[in-house]
């Protein structure tokens, strides 16, 4: 016997999954509910997944964009995931200032006043956002955002905690039933130009 400890062993392979679509996540987008199933893949590599033909929708090559339907049969590739019960390393001050943020909260959404500066989702460089940082504080919870705002722009954020309260907001948001105000703050004196 040798005394050499052995390594950690890489992350493994999942097998290829048949996924059928429930009620709850019907209407959302093929690379949302991708996100969701495949924790910690990078949304980089579920578009290339999606691209290569790799997700099957019914047996069918299907774009991110789809809406899924209640019934649907989703292929899931073999892919290594992050493994679900690894914590998430947000920082406690980010879960913090994202808790302390929100300003409602009932059994369908969350609402938070997102300062400048915080992202609302990582990827360009950025590990966490507000929506990573609210699923790693509430890793019970399946929370989609409803729209997003510009790291630099503060406001109102809506965060969805059912599949059917994002599908509501989404068509809400597409017929224009819902009225936003927008509030510029500007320093010095405005040029007018011809």
Do not use: C, W
């Given at each position: 016997?040798?005394?050499?400890?052995?390594?950690?062993?890489?992350?493994?392979?999942?097998?290829?999954?048949?996924?059928?679509?429930?009620?709850?996540?019907?209407?959302?987008?093929?690379?949302?509910?991708l996100?969701?199933?495949?924790?910690?893949?990078?949304?980089?590599?579920?578009?290339?997944?999606?691209?290569?033909?790799?997700?099957?929708v019914?047996?069918?090559?299907a774009?991110?964009?789809?809406?899924?339907?209640?019934?649907?049969?989703?292929?899931?590739?073999?892919?290594?995931?992050?493994?679900?019960?690894?914590?998430?390393?947000?920082?406690?001050?980010?879960?913090?200032?994202?808790?302390?943020?929100?300003?409602?909260?009932?059994?369908?959404?969350?609402?938070?006043?997102?300062?400048?500066?915080?992202?609302?989702?990582?990827?360009?460089?950025?590990?966490?956002?507000?929506?990573?940082?609210?699923?790693?504080?509430?890793?019970?919870?399946?929370?989609?955002?409803?729209?997003r705002?510009?790291?630099?722009?503060?406001?109102?954020?809506?965060?969805?905690?059912?599949?059917?309260?994002?599908?509501?907001?989404?068509?809400?948001?597409?017929?224009?039933?819902?009225?936003?105000?927008?509030?510029?703050?500007?320093?010095?004196?405005?040029?007018?130009?011809?």
């Open positions: 016997m040798s005394d050499i400890e052995p390594t950690a062993a890489p992350a493994p392979r999942s097998a290829v999954r048949h996924v059928q679509i429930d009620t709850e996540n019907q209407g959302q987008r093929l690379d949302k509910v996100a969701q199933l495949l924790l910690g893949v990078p949304r980089s590599r579920i578009f290339r997944l999606i691209r290569r033909g790799e997700v099957r019914n047996g069918r090559r774009g991110p964009e789809q809406r899924l339907v209640a019934g649907d049969s989703v292929r899931l590739p073999p892919v290594r995931e992050a493994d679900p019960e690894a914590p998430r390393r947000v920082p406690a001050s980010l879960v913090k200032a994202v808790e302390q943020a929100i300003i409602h909260e009932d059994e369908r959404l969350l609402v938070l006043d997102k300062p400048a500066g915080l992202a609302v989702h990582g990827g360009s460089g950025l590990s966490f956002g507000v929506i990573e940082t609210l699923r790693a504080s509430r890793p019970s919870e399946t929370l989609e955002l409803a729209h705002l510009d790291r630099d722009t503060s406001g109102l954020l809506i965060v969805t905690r059912r599949g059917s309260a994002l599908r509501t907001l989404h068509a809400l948001l597409r017929d224009g039933e819902v009225q936003k105000s927008y509030l510029t703050l500007l320093a010095g004196p405005m040029e007018s130009r011809p």
